[in-house]
């Protein structure tokens, strides 16, 4: 027992001394800690501007938010295929610019046959 | 690693308030590093690290100052070999440094990640077995404490060398379980968790390798300055 505790603190000794000896950091290894520090900080600035520099605007988020240029592609096609259908209609549609002029055209006379003269009470 | 570091959380609001935890600096040992102010030296690890990743230069010095000393005494203790705890303890931090955008606060202690990446880097370079020309640690001159006569420096440094030796006797697990229970003095469960296994494997781990150290070290008392009993 006296034996075990003789040499716990003989052990207990040498781990002070350790401790004591290894307290410092060198100063050269501080000095590189704190540049990849630096270096690590600098990048993430770096990757910031660039992000900004990527989305220059309003225009280039819409873009992407649609699926970029070959979403946009297709969406303009759609669009003037639309157009067509409703200028030039295939047979089996009905012309919708037909519809339209003949509606502003047609008329109806309600007085038909009657002259409004015969209408109108003579004098005397 | 990777379970306390899930998401990406850049801080939007104060960062010290968010992270929400303000304590003492814990066994923070001398360094060469910049002295911190004493506001910074009250901020907690897990409030620098999240200064440090919103681009607080400071906060790198704080943190450099309080555990780069801690990566590297295990470092030092663990491989034996000054130049090559140097590098060990760098890697550690730089992986701190790029880490620090996704760490979570409160989750885990800063420290003991950093002690566990030290100790799996150790392990690498010793499974690479990167040792060849590097300079062994009894070869460079300690670092001198103003506190002691040079009598004192001269029995800590042969103490500190002997305890050394025998430490680079022991199976590489029980010296990174006795390094970190009674150089660096941290707790069984801490060291448990720091070396994913259990509190009892911690003691067994402990317990033998002061066995085998005892015995090492047994036939140098008297050179050692242990005549006196």
Redesign the interface.
Known sequence: MVEND???S??????A??????????????A???A???R??AT??EVGREARADGAGLWQQFLALLGGWPAMGGLATACAAGVWLGIAPPDFLPDPVGMVVAEQSSSVDLLDSYSLSSLMPEDG | MTARCASVHRATTDPVTRAGIISGPRGARGSHAAPPGDEDAELSDDALVTLFANGDERAARVLTARLGPKAFSVALRVLGNRAEAEDAAQEAMLRLWRMAPEWRPGEAQVSTWLYRVVMNLCLDRKRRGQRAGAVPLDAVADPPDPGQSAPERMQDGARADALQAALMTLPERQRQAVVLRHIEELSNPEIAGIMEISVEAVESLTARGKRSLAAALAGRKEELGYSDG
Not at chain 1, 17 to 30: F, S
């Open positions: 003789t040499e716990n003989i052990l207990e000794a040498h781990f001394a350790a401790r004591r000896v290894d307290a410092d950091l060198p100063a050269g290894l501080a590189r800690m704190l990849d520090a630096d690590v900080q993430w600035q």
